[in-house]
């Protein structure tokens, strides 16, 4: 973090593993805030348990798109901070960044997100962000043993997101 002026006082951003895994971890939520997927690749240090990290995730991105819609500029119906909104309604972000992570998002218009934090000189993360989700349609939503609102175990989708992930740089 810095200060106006003054210098770094947390240790510096890590450096991409020499594999090109950049990144750290990845969130699928319903809209329900139900995890239905968490993985880790590169995330050294555990601070919560499970469920305080997926709330704690979930209430960072409800504030955030309670934030931008309320900020934005081009709409004159602010709505009331904190009340939710429709998938596509209004104004949203794509990620943010700080000195030790990016944080890349995506929400589908049935209300799953998608939250992958990687390496903070990752670049636009939105077209990977649609390949993840076309992953889940295909091996998640359209299995038939799959049952919607319940945490994803499908090994093929596993599979397949731990490769993609590994390539993304």
Not at 31 to 50: A, D, F, K, M, S
Request: hydrophobic share 30%; glycine share 8%.
């Amino acid at each position: 973090m810095q200060f106006f002026g003054g210098s770094e006082i947390s240790p510096s951003p890590p450096v991409p593993t020499t594999t090109g895994n950049n990144a750290h971890m990845m969130y699928i939520f319903n809209r329900n805030g139900v995890c239905l997927l968490y993985r880790e690749w590169n995330r050294p240090l555990h601070t919560l348990n499970p469920q305080q990290d997926h709330k704690l995730m979930f209430g960072l991105l409800f504030s955030l798109k309670s934030l931008t819609a309320k900020m934005d500029p081009t709409s004159s119906e602010k709505g009331n901070l904190g009340v939710p909104q429709l998938p596509g309604q209004g104004c949203s972000f794509h990620s943010f960044r700080t000195n030790t992570y990016k944080l890349s998002f995506m929400e589908t218009p049935s209300g799953i997100k998608f939250i992958l934090v990687t390496n903070p000189r990752t670049g636009d993360l939105r077209e990977p962000l649609k390949y993840i989700y076309n992953l889940y349609v295909e091996y998640v939503a359209k299995n038939p043993l799959y049952t919607p609102g319940t945490p994803v175990g499908c090994e093929l989708f596993n599979t397949a997101l731990d490769q993609y992930v590994r390539s993304i740089s």
